[in-house]
């Protein structure tokens, strides 16, 4: 009987809970993200849990995301997963960096990435990383060569800052749209990620490059090259990138890794 009391209580807590600190997100397809937390009630009703409830979200992230890549590859609540799970968890840089690339490249929505790695920066005003990758969302998504040097220059200013990120600042002004440009961003992104996702894109968006290049070549020449060497001879690239689970190939006319 007194354990029916207690229980009592703490139900009603719970429905209070679900009435006031959770949001509706209406999907109009099955119950998707049913209830999620707003951001205003995060730090009440995670208190003292902040990064359990964090890891959580991360991993809800991972799911959503996940799900939506192999269906419909929309995401119109990513940017809400992230921004509550960077309330809960403010120094979790790869919630702004990764999060701030699928943002601009899979869900479309550059804006979003803009204000989520804001947020990373406002919260984290110490760390490169965060800067580095907005100045690498301007140059490959916002074609703002411009703004993409900027935020390369402050990122080079940060303790702890690689000295490619000031090469990146000179390059990105100079250069504009410039392939070799692009292959070091991208290249220098898969080193620096610890995420197997960022490093597939990584890896996708390198061999895109190559493969534009080579056929580049053709168009120009009249026949693809004999290997990848050739573009370099022919100055259609200065590098290929060398990965550490093999090295890009030119096999007749498709670029693969062996």
């Keep these: 009987m007194k354990k029916l009391l207690l229980l009592i209580p703490l139900i009603i807590l719970l429905v209070i809970v679900e009435a006031k600190c959770f949001e509706w997100i209406p999907e109009g397809k099955g119950e998707e993200l049913l209830f999620f937390p707003k951001g205003p009630f995060v730090g009440m009703i995670s208190s003292g849990f902040e990064n359990l409830f964090a890891d959580f979200i991360w991993i809800e992230a991972g799911v959503y995301f996940g799900g939506h890549r192999m269906a419909d590859r929309k995401y119109p609540y990513l940017y ?74 402050i990122s080079s200013m940060k303790k702890d800052a690689p000295d ?41 968006a390198l061999t895109k490059v190559l493969q534009d290049q080579v056929l580049h070549f053709k168009e120009d020449k009249g026949h693809y090259p004999r290997s990848l060497s050739e573009l370099i001879e022919t100055d259609y690239i200065s590098f290929i990138p060398q990965l550490d689970i093999g090295k890009f190939v030119l096999k007749e006319t498709q670029i693969s890794i062996e």
Excluded at 186 to 201: A, C, G, V
């Design 80 to 153: 809400h997963i992230l921004n509550v799970q960077t309330d809960l968890d403010p120094r979790f840089i790869p919630a702004y960096t990764l999060g701030g690339v699928l943002l601009a490249d899979d869900a479309k929505r550059t804006d979003y990435s803009m204000k989520l790695l804001n947020k990373g920066m406002f919260n984290n005003p110490n760390r490169w990383e965060i800067p580095f990758v907005k100045g690498f969302i301007h140059y490959i998504y916002t074609k703002d060569y411009r703004e993409a040097s900027k935020w390369f220059l």
């Design 164 to 204: 490619m990120t000031l090469k990146f600042a000179v390059w990105t002004l100079a250069s504009g749209e410039g392939v070799d440009v692009a292959l070091k961003l991208w290249f220098r992104l898969y080193n620096i990620s610890t995420s197997p996702l960022m490093k597939e894109k990584a890896i996708k």
